[in-house]
T-cell receptor, first 116, second 114 residues
């Protein structure tokens, strides 16, 4: 079964500092990996996704993530945090069932706090 | 386009009551999903429908039923609500398989079961 572990339920950084949110995955097959962001009282929206085309994936709002197979990791980074980045971030891996890859397994989420 | 819409936004139920959460998408997507979100648990898949006329269980299906009414609509029913079903429920859709393609989420339904 696939699983996702996000290290740190809360991460606090200063405005302008590097953002690093950690995600490790477990998958019996080559995975598709995703980062979603959730702003307060809203649904989730896609930040970026890895689908085996390139190991360094660029997403919206200046975020990027690097797929490292040897470390089974897909950490999310942003060089300079902005106050508007404060949100909940979820890493997810594709579910694999008898019918093929369908649905997502999500990590528990990391709440990003930006200090002024 | 409205994207994915959900009704109601909020609901309070008493234990044992029933209700149906409605979801609709206007993106002509084939696949639709229901998740529940609980504090510290992330999102967990309840049921999904890969295409019109098909539904499958996800990770936490007990206590729920679903209906894929047509390509646009996918409803989630609680026949006899329990306090453990207090949660935020999200509907999502994708053009193809969600394991590969982007999922588009609705704004959520907050459910409190007393």
């Amino acid at each position: 079964a696939q699983s996702v572990t996000q290290l740190g339920s809360h991460v606090s950084v200063s405005e302008g500092a590097l953002v690093l949110l950690r995600c490790n995955y477990s998958s019996s097959v080559p995975p598709y990996l995703f980062w979603y962001v959730q702003y307060p009282n809203q649904g989730l929206q896609l930040l970026l996704k890895y689908t085996s085309a390139a190991t360094l994936v660029k997403g919206i709002n200046g975020f990027e993530a690097e797929f490292k197979k040897s470390e089974t990791s897909f950490h999310l980074t942003k060089p300079s945090a902005h106050m508007s980045d404060a949100a909940e971030y979820f890493c997810a891996v594709s579910r694999v069932s008898g019918g093929g890859a369908d649905g997502l397994t999500f990590g528990k989420g990391t709440h990003l706090i930006i200090q002024p | 386009n409205a994207g994915v819409t959900q009704t109601p936004k909020f609901q309070v139920l008493k234990t044992g009551q029933s209700m149906t959460l409605q979801c609709a998408q206007d993106m002509n997507h084939n696949s639709m999903y229901w998740y529940r979100q609980d504090p510290g648990m992330g999102l967990r898949l309840i049921y999904y429908s890969a295409s019109e006329g098909t539904t499958d269980k996800g990770e936490v299906p007990n206590g729920y039923n679903v209906s894929r009414l047509n390509k646009r609509e996918f409803s989630l029913r609680l026949e006899s609500a329990a306090p453990s079903q207090t949660s935020v429920y999200f509907c999502a859709s994708t053009a193809g398989l969600a394991g590969v393609e982007t999922q588009y989420f609705g704004p959520g339904t907050r459910l409190l079961v007393l």
